[in-house]
């Protein structure tokens, strides 16, 4: 396989007696999209500012197509775009005008200026918006533009931190459309998010990160299946569920949760369990399941094991 694009060794950074990073290790192949997964405060944003040369590790290392983010800042510069969770764009200006004025500051020609402008309107659908100002846009319309002004370098690498904390669903469907766009043009995309989904969506490897360490590693599904699957009943009897919550912890060595009143989840051994086994010991303890259903795990549930947490992130 070719070297990683991005690589982060033994980062740490420190602010006051607040550890953000405690040797962070992160390895992205050029042309994928990694998903940096952690809750608030876990040293996302710490991770992003210093591979993108905002702000130096107190020890380790980067580095960004083999270059050293901070020997070498300048080479690292001209490969990488960052998009942070809140818009760097001119409120007073149409989005075409601020697509024009980021060309201009990144010293394109005029000509190319407005020539790239257009192109990044046209590719990423916001063409019709293109003459208004942008203190009428919507905040995902914002935040596409934000994301685009990224892409007037056409970097290779592309940090994007956060880019959905804050918008409505749809919103964050027009993101996701747009991130999977630049990626199919072979843009690497080190992507921050709090959201499992959006992890499980984009990312072709996710890091999990907690306490400013990588916690887990791995595809969306080999996560999931670093836990036992899960096994959801439904009780025809509300009045049942104490008996069925002894029984499931019985088998499975573990307790289940109550995720309704007539309903209850319970994480499967990774050796799994034969449902005809579940539901004979059930019956014998008097409880009548409406419904008995096997399923992986969500990364929400794989997460919460990782980080043994009892919080729910959203
Ligand atoms: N400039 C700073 N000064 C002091 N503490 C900071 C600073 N930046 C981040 N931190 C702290 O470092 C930890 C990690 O923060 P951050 O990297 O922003 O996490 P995330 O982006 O995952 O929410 C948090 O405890 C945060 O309060
Ligand atoms: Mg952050």
Redesign the pocket.
């Known amino acids: 396989m070719a070297d990683p694009i991005v690589v982060a060794e033994g980062l740490h950074?420190s602010?006051?007696d607040?550890?953000?990073?405690r040797g962070l290790d992160l390895s992205v192949p050029a042309g994928t999209v990694c998903g940096v997964l952690?809750?608030?405060?876990?040293?996302?944003?710490?991770?992003?500012?210093i591979l993108a040369t905002l702000s130096d590790p107190d020890a380790g290392h980067a580095r960004i197509a083999g270059h050293d983010v901070v020997r070498e800042a300048a080479q690292v510069r001209e490969r990488i775009g960052l998009a942070g969770q809140y818009a760097a764009v001119d409120e007073k200006l149409t989005g075409r005008g601020n697509l024009r004025m980021f060309g201009r500051l990144y010293h394109l020609p005029r000509r190319q200026a407005h020539q790239r402008a257009d192109e990044l309107l046209d590719r990423f659908g916001l063409t019709d918006a293109a003459d208004r100002p942008v203190h009428g846009y919507s905040g995902g319309m914002r935040r596409r533009l934000d994301l685009i002004t990224c892409l007037i370098l056409r970097p290779e690498v592309l940090f994007l931190?956060?880019p959905t904390t804050g918008l409505d669903p749809r919103s964050r469907g027009e993101i996701w459309d747009s991130i999977r766009e630049l990626v199919a043009d072979g843009t690497t995309v080190l992507l921050?998010t709090?959201y499992l989904d959006e992890a499980d969506q984009l990312a072709d490897d996710i890091a999990v990160?907690d306490h400013?360490k990588v916690i887990a590693t791995g595809t969306p599904d080999e996560l999931k299946a670093t836990i036992g699957d899960r096994l959801d009943v439904t009780l025809e009897d509300p009045a049942t569920l104490p008996a069925a919550a002894t029984v499931l912890t019985t088998l499975a060595g573990t307790e289940p949760t109550t995720t309704d009143a007539d309903r209850l989840t319970v994480a499967l051994p990774a050796t799994g369990l034969r449902l005809a086994d579940i539901v004979r010991e059930l019956d014998h303890a008097g409880v009548a399941a409406a419904d008995l259903s096997l399923r992986r795990p969500t990364l929400d549930e794989v997460f919460l094991r990782l980080t043994d947490r009892k919080e729910t992130m959203r």
Do not use: S
Request: aromatic share 4%.
């Open positions: 950074k602010f006051g607040t550890h953000a990073l952690g809750p608030n405060g876990a040293g996302k944003t710490t991770a992003v500012r931190d956060e921050t709090q990160i400013g």
